[in-house]
């Protein structure tokens, strides 16, 4: 012991004339660390005998490794191993809690906490402002100037789809993409579209009297003649009819004289067509559109969005398809007349009473009131272009959302196609200026879009999304639609899919109207602002086949003049002056208003490090819906048993099923290093695929495009069903057992398929039937 005791004094000590000298050197790799001992001494010391030592110590400033008296001895050798090893471990551990601490995970917040305000990493790539830096600089790029100046470069009175005009803006708006540094580019379609004669017209004759000839028109009518007694339909919804048939109204062979409002143009003609009517003529009410009596409508009748003349797929190029239809062009005529035409009807109809809430006329009409409707419409080939600019984003640039706004109109189309196209084109400034002065990055890419024949039924939007429907599905992760925002100022509404409500609820308190103090939140939102605010997606709004059809959670939004309908979308009256007066001079302040609001929602998707999508709220929606065919079913077995052998069973599975995968997933969020980038992006495709897999894939595109069992339509839906059971409750003709069993099985296994890519891994799939 003494003598190991003098051998580590001597070496960590020294001896008078030497000293001792570590090296240690970590390896970047974090493996080991390398050591190296020196040993010098002033003793000149020979190696070998042959005075090389003492020639390097006393010629020049090398040290020497020691290879002296330390080393002839066994013991010795054995301290100096044992001192070298002792020196290896340390510096290993050393090294090893260096390399730990730097790859330590970062713990994270809460779901909830994450998703209203997320902490920001430096991970190289994500976006270097606070979200409140960007909402600032975003406003900041926002004037009501802007917007006078747009308003103005894009008003035309003539820009009807596939026409000169509408090519001429067209270019206006490549070219200021363009001039913001945007990558662009076009896509042309050949579409076929129904237009008023272009000699002769389309004729309205009542008993004997005189031929009204209307200007206006309803594309995609069916052509000819059609003779029969007149018959007020109200908003002709189902439920209308539903009231006639219970008075026993024969209305076969009928001519439906219909209002304006509540439903699509569309919807009105399909339900007169279930009722066997021979056609519809159509109008606007003054109790809801007060304006000129003498006023022209127009706007179609596909029961579908796109070219219909190319059913779920796209039309680039004709010749590539066989002649088809869709199957919501009408089989009836119809047409429109103004609310002159129509009120000389009304007053002169005979029969039973019509109900008094359906105006102030008194009677629906009796089989001497007879009229003779011919429509007259040519169908005709034309070409649009859509226009697209972009913005790429810097970490995840193959995820994108799309804002978009049609750019034709029937007439001067200013609130229809306008104000969306000038708002849309000052947003694409304002961002691609956030860029280049303020630095941010947004982490996905924002597509801007132009549409061409919105108003034929956004058609050009939805031959885009046939044309990429595989790619859209799987990478675009929002749709926002400018069309028709601002058509008053005393009340707002959003129409979206439910898993953006939240996100909706903090824009709202975020945004508010220019010299207003108060938010859009506290000014229309009061009490409960899910019910002030959200309203369904309807069939004629452009966002609905983005979600319906292709599975991308969808947005529209509206300032709206309380529950008066702004009178002239649909009309040649559509115009500046006309919006001004609706809106109490407000229509730029509002415009300012609108793109803060899109703005908001736009940036916060493409900022964030995961998307802002509430999945809870489906789970809601579906556990309704289930609860509801639940107890539809039960009745209908007590009343007709062995009527539906049908088990609910496995739909209340399935529903809990996406209830827990939903829950697990955002379980997995609050648990996991959201500096992560690619987590980040397994966790979003997760919720991406939400949306896209309620698309039932048991349903032909082509017979019924709205696929989405629970925003869709069709006998294929939850709503579907639930219907089908009425019917069958009341032995209704159209009810079929089989088929109700086969829609059941098919939505059943719709929702556990959701929940199944919801789940993730193979390994965490819950499959309980």
């Not at 007709?640 to 739909?651: G, K």
Request: glycine share 8%.
């Amino acid at each position: 012991m003494d003598q190991a005791r003098s051998t580590i004094t001597k070496i960590f000590n020294g001896e008078p004339h030497s000293y001792t000298r570590f090296n240690l050197t970590q390896n970047m790799e974090g493996d080991n660390s390398q050591v190296e001992m020196k040993l010098s001494a002033d003793t000149d010391e020979e190696v070998g005998g042959n005075g090389v030592g003492a020639h390097l110590n006393h010629n020049s400033n090398h040290k020497s490794y020691m290879t002296s008296k330390f080393g002839r001895t066994p013991k010795n050798l054995c301290f100096i191993i044992a001192t070298v090893l002792l020196i290896f471990i340390i510096g290993y551990l050393i090294g090893f809690l260096v390399h730990r601490k730097r790859d330590a995970p970062v713990s994270c917040q809460a779901s909830v906490e994450l998703l209203n305000e997320p902490v920001f990493h430096d991970t190289g790539a994500a976006p270097p402002m606070a979200w409140n830096d960007v909402k600032k600089a975003f406003a900041q790029k926002l004037s009501a100037s802007n917007f006078q100046l747009a308003f103005s470069e894009f008003s035309s009175d003539s820009h009807r789809a596939g026409s000169p005009g509408d090519d001429a803006l067209a270019d206006k708006v490549i070219k200021k993409f363009q001039e913001y540094g945007m990558k662009t580019w076009t896509d042309e379609h050949f579409i076929k579209v129904h237009d008023r004669p272009l000699s002769g017209s389309n004729k309205v004759i009542f008993k004997d009297g005189k031929e009204q000839r209307p200007e206006g028109f309803l594309s995609y009518s069916a052509n000819g003649i059609a003779k029969g007694a007149v018959l007020y339909a109200s908003y002709g919804q189902e439920s209308d009819f539903r009231l006639l048939r219970d008075r026993n109204i024969n209305m076969s062979g009928r001519v439906m004289l219909i209002r304006a409002g509540k439903i699509s143009f569309a919807e009105k003609v399909a339900n007169a067509a279930k009722m066997l009517a021979s056609a519809v003529l159509i109008y606007q009410d003054p109790a809801d559109h007060p304006s000129e009596g003498t006023t022209q409508l127009f706007g179609h009748v596909h029961l579908g969005s796109g070219d219909p003349y190319t059913p779920g797929f796209p039309s680039f190029n004709h010749t590539q398809f066989p002649p088809s239809k869709s199957s919501g062009l009408p089989s009836i005529l119809a047409q429109t007349i103004t609310a002159r035409m129509a009120a000389s009807i009304l007053e002169q109809l005979e029969g039973q009473n019509a109900p008094e809430d359906w105006g102030v006329y008194n009677k629906l009409g009796s089989e001497n009131d007879v009229i003779t409707v011919e429509v007259n419409n040519v169908l005709s080939e034309k070409k649009i272009h859509n226009i697209f600019g972009v913005i790429e984003g810097f970490v995840d640039a193959d995820r994108y959302m799309v804002i978009g706004a049609q750019r034709d109109a029937w007439g001067p189309g200013f609130a229809a196609s306008t104000v969306g196209t000038g708002v849309l084109v000052e947003m694409a400034r304002s961002i691609s200026a956030m860029l280049q002065k303020d630095r941010f990055k947004p982490r996905r890419s924002i597509v801007f879009a132009s549409w061409s024949a919105g108003e034929y039924g956004s058609v050009g939007a939805t031959e885009w999304l046939e044309g990429y429907l595989s790619s859209l599905s799987m990478k675009a992760f929002s749709y926002i639609n400018l069309d028709g925002i601002i058509a008053g100022h005393n009340g707002f509404k959003v129409a979206a899919s439910p898993m953006m409500y939240g996100l909706i609820e903090r824009t709202l308190k975020e945004v508010g109207i220019q010299n207003q103090d108060v938010s859009l939140f506290t000014q229309f939102g009061k009490g409960k602002w899910e019910s002030n605010v959200l309203e369904p997606l309807k069939l004629d709004n452009a966002a609905y086949p983005f979600i319906a059809f292709t599975g991308i959670p969808s947005l529209s939004f509206q300032f709206t003049s309380g529950n008066l309908d702004y009178s002239y979308f649909g009309t040649l009256l559509d115009t500046e002056a006309k919006l001004i007066t609706a809106t109490s001079n407000q229509h730029l302040q509002l415009a300012e208003a609108a793109a803060k609001f899109a703005g908001h929602i736009m940036l916060r998707l493409v900022h964030d490090h995961l998307l802002q999508m509430d999945l809870s709220k489906y789970d809601k929606i579906i556990r309704i819906h289930v609860s509801q065919i639940n107890r539809k079913v039960n009745t209908v077995q007590r009343m007709q048993p062995n009527r539906v052998p049908t088990s609910v069973e496995w739909l209340m599975s399935a529903s809990g099923s996406y209830s827990r995968a939903s829950r697990n997933l955002m379980r997995s969020i609050q648990n996991s290093d959201l500096s992560n980038i690619e987590m980040c992006r397994i966790y979003n495709d997760r919720i991406m695929s939400v949306e896209r897999n309620l698309l039932s894939a048991y349903v032909s595109a082509r017979e019924s495009p709205f696929r989405h069992i629970l925003l869709g339509s069709g006998p294929h839906t939850l709503k579907g069903l639930s219907n089908h059971l009425d019917a069958l409750r009341t032995d209704s003709p159209e009810a079929d057992v089989d088929q109700f069993r086969n829609q059941f099985a098919l939505a059943t296994w719709t929702i556990q398929g959701c929940a199944t890519a919801l789940a993730g891994d193979m390994w965490s799939i819950d499959n309980e039937i």
